[in-house]
């Protein structure tokens, strides 16, 4: 499906991802991955979609999000929204479909093959519209997990479905054990962090 004079677009649905490589005990090498499509066709854009929690005094994501903003990632980040549920319980909501969206209808007629890094059924509808403008559409989540990521309607409307588990030895990691107290964070010039999960849908 995909043709070397291609000109590729990835948007990538942060949270969604990240629970996909979760729930298959990997974590996402976005160097890897930015390389890996490059070499796939002509990579004109990669977007990354993520929730932030503002308020915070650190937040967890912050680290990527820097990280990739200076290694060819185009960022839409936007504030989450924290409520407590009826139990009492803090939630985070931040959800960026809209975003994706629009960045994906606006930069159609300049490419030839979209990527979606999201398995949310939500995006069926974005899916059609650019079939119908002549962008060939693959959908990358997983249907190896339990449940599978993936929405069957959103499976079966992509032109091309790509495995999240068939690009883990091309664009995975283990899991990082987590860091001892006092030690020194990632190296930034040698490695990007693992993407936590910054909101719920």
């Not at 495995?163 to 987590?178: F, K, Q």
């Amino acid at each position: 499906m995909f043709y070397r004079d291609d000109r590729l677009a990835l948007f990538i649905d942060g949270s969604n991802l990240y629970a996909a490589a979760k729930a298959l005990g990997f974590d996402i090498d976005y160097k890897l991955l930015r390389a890996e499509f490059m070499r796939r066709g002509k990579l004109v854009r990669a977007f990354y979609y993520t929730a932030l929690l503002e308020n915070d005094e650190y937040s967890p994501i912050r680290p990527l999000v820097d990280w990739l903003n200076y290694n060819g990632f185009t960022m839409r980040t936007k504030p989450a929204k924290e409520y407590t549920d009826s139990l009492g319980r803090r939630k985070v909501k931040g959800n960026m479909d809209v975003e994706l969206c629009v960045d994906a209808l606006e930069l159609a007629p300049h490419i030839d093959h979209a990527v979606i890094f999201s398995g949310d059924g939500d995006f069926k509808p974005l899916v059609e519209a650019l079939q119908r403008k002549g962008v060939r559409v693959s959908v990358c989540s997983t249907i190896r997990s339990q449940p599978p990521m993936i929405s069957d309607d959103l499976r079966r409307q992509a032109d091309n479905f790509i495995d999240l588990e068939d690009l883990r030895e091309v664009v995975g990691r283990p899991p990082r054990e987590p860091r001892p107290e006092g030690t020194r964070p990632w190296p930034r010039e040698t490695s990007e962090p693992s993407t936590p999960v910054a909101a719920e849908e």
